[in-house]
């Protein structure tokens, strides 16, 4: 593919890909279709619904809510007008919430019914923005709102470095930032997955993954939308679903954890998955072990990449080719991989460092950060992700830690000092370490050590797990709490968590 095909609006390139319009997009659980053509209705009507409201290029527009096909053509809405798509996770609490209505300075929220968006003052904060909901099934105020506009909408004129999406990361230091991703970092991407990944049009995909991150949103919806074909399109990963509807899929892309769950269960046999020709894994590290044991299972050898919010991917093990377990292949086509050593000087075959990408994936900094930006970017513009790992002699990528303070759990990023700040305020506690262990079902699990003074206040284990709850998604509340009475610290007064998870590693261990 040459640059120009994909430096444009993103939907653009989508629609030069769309097949015939009465092909299935979409299938919904119930066996129920929704064709292209439907799909290109719908996403004129939300787009001139969004026009109405005065949105317009750069404009951001938060969407909360829970998996439905209608989301999909609210993000394709929001990239025919120009907009910028902000999806944010069902999870996220009130306090959290606040924080993101207040750094995107959103025009347009749309939000689930129950949503504690329902219960903030948007237009107190934000006058011209516009509250609107959408439920499970699609429907709400906006679709209502929608309801009365028209079917076609001239995409906005636009090119490829324009902003697409932000998506919020979190940091091992202070407050989430918004990665902006351009549609030209998202459709390079799409384009370079579809042919690395082998799609043709007799692909069929299974969606089982939340849309609100990027490998829903991006390496699955966009990589689809690029070939022109049509996914099963789940609410959630359920194993029952997932076997009930495997046969009818030929990929299927996840988290290490659908692959373990899937395994535990007998239903999921190798006849169940003849019809597969691909099973994606990343997020996370999937364990060598599982691959082994997937492959022993049903035939098929997990394909694993690695990518990141701020990069999409940027390393896939080879359709054809060796598949190493444990490593996540090389870099991806037009993209460059580099390991370095703290110095940034360039490390030779197995050596360990700083994994560092440089790419027409990778995104155009943080929204309203640009010191954070300049910080993450070398002067070449090499990208540091803060994972750490090394190339072998074929150019596969290991990763085999992380830099920064990160803790995955079933696919989702907990970083420790967010969680600690929270355990900090509680009344009583004095000090906390939160660390990764791991977890059969999770991959890591996370888990908080923490000292207290019991004259000011006798908590238990259950008590801060629910004060946490207020004011964290539920996902980074620690699974376990342990009291102590010092947290071990090195000479300069650091926290020394490698002694902590060496300590508490077995935590969930049978
Ligand atoms: C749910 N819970 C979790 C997690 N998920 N706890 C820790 N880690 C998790 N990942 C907790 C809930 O808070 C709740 O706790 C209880 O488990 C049940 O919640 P439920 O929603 O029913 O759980 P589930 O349906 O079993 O969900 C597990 C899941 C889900 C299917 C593995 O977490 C998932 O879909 N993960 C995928 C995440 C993902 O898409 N990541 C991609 C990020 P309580 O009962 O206490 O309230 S993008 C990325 O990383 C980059 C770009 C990349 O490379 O892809
Ligand atoms: P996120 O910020 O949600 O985009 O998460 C990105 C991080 O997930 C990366 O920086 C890695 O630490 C991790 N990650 C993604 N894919 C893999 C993988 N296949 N193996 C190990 N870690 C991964």
Same mark, same amino acid.
């Given at each position: ?79 025919? =007008? *120009?907009? #910028? !798509?902000? +999806? ?8 959290? &919430?606040?924080?993101?209505? /207040? ?125 022109? =074909? *049509?996914? #099963? !399109?789940? +609410? ?8 009930? &509807?495997?046969?009818?899929? /030929? ?260």
């Amino acid at each position: 593919m040459t640059e120009k095909i994909w430096n444009q609006n993103l939907y653009d390139l989508f629609e030069q890909n769309f097949p015939i319009l009465n092909r299935p997009f979409i299938e919904k659980p119930d066996g129920g279709i929704l064709t292209y053509g439907y799909m290109k209705k719908m996403t004129g009507i939300f787009s001139n619904a969004l026009d109405s409201l005065g949105v317009t290029i750069g404009d951001r527009v938060i969407v909360q809510t829970n998996k439905s096909p209608e989301v999909v053509f609210l993000y394709l809405a929001c990239l025919k =007008t *120009g907009a #910028i !798509f902000v +999806p944010l996770n069902t999870a996220y609490t009130q306090s959290e &919430l606040e924080y993101f209505i /207040s750094d995107s300075d959103p025009k347009v929220v749309i939000c689930d019914p129950k949503s504690p968006i329902i219960n903030y003052q948007l237009t107190e904060h934000h006058p011209d923005a516009h509250l609107y909901t959408m439920d499970i099934n699609g429907n709400g105020s906006f679709t209502k709102y929608a309801e009365s506009y028209p079917e076609t909408f001239v995409t906005v004129p636009g090119d490829g470095t324009d902003i697409a999406c932000i998506l919020y990361t979190s940091g091992t230091t202070g407050q989430p930032k918004g990665a902006m991703l351009t549609h030209s970092n998202l459709g390079s991407n799409a384009i370079t997955l579809r042919d690395a990944w082998g799609f043709t049009s007799d692909d069929t995909l299974l969606h089982v993954l939340p849309i609100f991150h990027a490998h829903g949103l991006f390496v699955a919806i966009n990589t689809v939308l690029v070939n022109g =074909t *049509g996914m #099963i !399109f789940l +609410p959630k990963f359920e194993v029952d679903e997932v076997c009930r &509807l495997i046969p009818k899929t /030929s990929v299927m892309m996840g988290v290490p954890t659908f692959y373990t769950r899937l395994l535990a269960n007998e239903k999921f046999t190798r006849n169940l998955s003849q019809n597969m020709r691909l099973f994606v894994s990343g997020s996370a590290p999937l364990l060598a072990e599982t691959h082994r044991e997937f492959s022993q299972r049903t035939g098929h050898e997990i394909l694993e990449r690695y990518g990141m919010t701020e990069t999409a991917m940027n390393t896939s093990n080879p359709l054809k080719g060796i598949r190493i377990p444990g490593s996540v292949g090389p870099a991806l086509p037009g993209i460059e991989v580099r390991v370095v050593n703290q110095e940034e000087k360039i490390l030779g075959v197995n050596e360990t460092g700083d994994i560092h990408v440089r790419g027409p994936n990778v995104f155009n900094g943080y929204w309203k950060k640009p010191d954070k930006t300049l910080e993450e970017f070398c002067e070449d513009n090499f990208f540091r992700t803060g994972d750490l790992g090394y190339l072998d002699d074929k150019g596969y990528l290991f990763i085999v830690g992380r830099a920064k303070d990160l803790i995955i759990s079933g696919g989702y990023n907990v970083y420790p000092k967010e969680i600690e700040s929270c355990l900090d305020e509680i009344n009583g506690i004095q000090e906390s370490a939160v660390i990764g262990v791991p977890h059969k079902d999770f991959g890591e699990a996370v888990v908080a050590i923490v000292t207290y003074d019991k004259e000011k206040n006798l908590i238990t284990e259950q008590d801060v797990i629910v004060l946490l709850k207020k004011v964290l998604a539920s996902y980074k509340v620690p699974k376990a709490v342990f009291f102590v009475p010092d947290i071990p610290r090195n000479v300069m007064g650091k926290v020394e968590k490698t002694k902590l998870r060496k300590t508490y590693n077995q935590t969930f261990e049978e």
